[in-house]
């Protein structure tokens, strides 16, 4: 397979590659415009061989539309929901894909404007009202959505599609119907969770969401068992395990997922904070949330680690320099150690820069705000666990061999890490790293050697990766002109290694015929090079 290598100009770019200096990037325009739902099953072409064993559906999860009318969502993750299904039995692929039925999507198509305001887009007064009713329509609070158009996730064994506020829906896997709206915040106290929850092999998940009261804002870590005790459960017996409040009340962290271990939820504290009162007053400035989230870079990244059984918070919080980190990889225990491992940058600003009017650039405009991106790269910090008063101050605690990651004690309650590199130079050339996925099933909590994602040569990701930690070695797929999505690992039902499986991703083609996106889905052997 080909490989662009990625141009830089030496000393005015971070030791890790962190900016690049890429010219002629391929317009991505036609990936970010609306297309139309095909409801019922189609037969796909399939090049090549899917292993027959491989049976069932792959659901995906994006945004597909954006505009309603003369009116036009302002952020890539504004797009109405639009849920995708590759049904694969016996070497075949049929797709089918449903807009999600929310109440956003129906009122918007109900009155062909948008009348639900979304991460990015303020929703204008209805103009049917009167003069007072509009302005006074300003003083509003923004209701949150119900677009879920993140991802899919399980809960008690039914299949949701999940945002990041409040609302999830449950959705027939088979037809992609949607079944039933669900409101976190009628089980249990929170305003919002992730949409990218964690699983305990018996199936308890477990997840994170913010509250807003008046005892002001708090991070809580949420967990729902497996159980049903009816037939129509859904979040029934879900619990709050523990509150956090922020290091700053009016501005607490952004975060979009949070890692675990065996015995542990790790929360990750970043400088990417939200403006608590920039969203109270969004509708009345005109201004999305989007606007209200913010980069501060003088500010310590903290990891609060919070015990799952017992709900205890640990009194030692481990600090690290500024950094972002949207998806992590894994999180694991070992000889006294935590060792988690997780995609980064050492920039906050990633999420302004996927409005859709920079998506939609091209020429020198598109490549001016990819080289003003910094890259994402995996990184493993080491966390000793066991902390005390007689534990030594100022010198390196992680005693792991061949790691060179640090930990060291600054007071009783507080270690200050810095991180190694789960990479070798070769990553720079593919852009850095994202969306990293692992055999989950075999591999979650525990120690592993391979990770997959996505190298990102340009705004979305343009190849697929695999790394091999022994060695810090990287094999690739990569075919210009075509982008994928995050990779999914199916292991073989026979396999005895951890690599032994595919990875599935959904590949993306962008075509010169205006609002027309062709889909294929790609079988990739992990090993393919």
Request: glycine fraction near 6%.
């Amino acid at each position: 397979m080909s490989c662009t290598k990625i141009q830089t100009s030496g000393e005015d770019h971070c030791k890790a590659g962190c900016y690049t200096d890429a010219h002629g990037l391929q317009s991505i325009a036609t990936l970010v415009r609306s297309t139309e739902e095909i409801p019922e099953p189609i037969s796909t072409q399939v090049k090549g061989t899917i292993p027959t064993w491989i049976c069932g559906n792959l659901l995906r999860n994006g945004p597909g539309k954006f505009e309603f009318g003369n009116e036009h969502f302002n952020h890539w993750f504004d797009g109405m929901a639009l849920l995708h299904q590759f049904k694969i039995k016996d070497g075949q692929v049929t797709y089918r894909s449903r807009f999600l039925r929310s109440d956003a999507y129906k009122q918007n198509s109900e009155r062909d404007r948008i009348m639900v305001s979304e991460f990015g887009t303020v929703a204008m007064p209805d103009p049917c009202k009167s003069i007072f009713q509009r302005f006074l329509s300003r003083f509003e609070m923004i209701k949150p959505t119900d677009n879920a158009s993140v991802s899919f996730v399980k809960y008690k064994g039914d299949y949701y599609v999940s945002t990041e506020t409040n609302f999830i829906h449950k959705v027939d896997p088979a037809t992609l119907e949607t079944v039933e709206k669900v409101d976190w915040s009628q089980f249990i106290a929170v305003n919002g969770a992730t949409a990218h929850p964690h699983y305990d092999p018996d199936g308890t998940a477990y997840n994170m969401g913010n509250s807003y009261g008046a005892k002001g804002v708090f991070y809580n870590i949420i967990c729902v068992p497996p159980e049903r005790e009816l037939a129509d459960d859904t979040l029934q017996g879900a619990k709050v395990l523990c509150s956090i409040a922020p290091t700053d009340k009016g501005k607490p962290s952004y975060y979009h997922s949070f890692a675990m271990s065996q015995n542990y939820v790790v929360f990750i504290e970043q400088p990417i904070k939200m403006n608590v009162w920039k969203i109270v007053t969004s509708k009345l400035t005109g201004k999305g949330i989007s606007d209200a989230i913010y980069w501060d870079p003088t500010q310590d990244t903290i990891f609060h680690l919070i015990h799952k059984q017992t709900g205890k918070v640990s009194p030692v919080k481990f600090h690290t320099k500024a950094m972002s980190n949207f998806h992590q990889i894994n999180a694991f225990e070992e000889d006294g150690f935590l060792m988690l491992d997780l995609c980064a940058s050492d920039d906050g600003q990633a999420i302004s820069v996927y409005n859709l009017q920079n998506m939609r650039k091209s020429g020198e405009a598109l490549d001016e705000v990819y080289n003003k991106m910094c890259r994402v790269f995996p990184r493993r910090f080491v966390l000793p666990l066991n902390i005390t008063s007689e534990t030594p101050m100022d010198q390196n605690l992680n005693t792991r061999p061949n790691s060179t990651a640090t930990a060291t004690k600054v007071t009783n309650d507080k270690v200050f890490c810095t991180f190694e590199n789960l990479h070798g130079d070769d990553l720079e050339e593919f852009g850095g790293l994202e969306f990293p996925q692992i055999n989950y099933k075999r591999c979650n909590t525990k120690p592993y050697r391979y990770f997959y994602g996505c190298g990102f040569r340009h705004l979305v990701g343009d190849s697929l990766l695999k790394m091999d930690l022994e060695g810090k070695k990287i094999k690739s797929w990569y075919q210009p002109g075509l982008f994928p999505s995050e990779p999914v690992f199916v292991p073989s039902p026979e396999g005895t290694e951890e690599d032994e499986g595919v990875i599935l991703s959904v590949v993306l083609i962008p075509t010169e015929v205006s609002y027309v996106v062709r889909w294929r889905g790609v079988v990739c052997p992990p090993q393919a090079n």
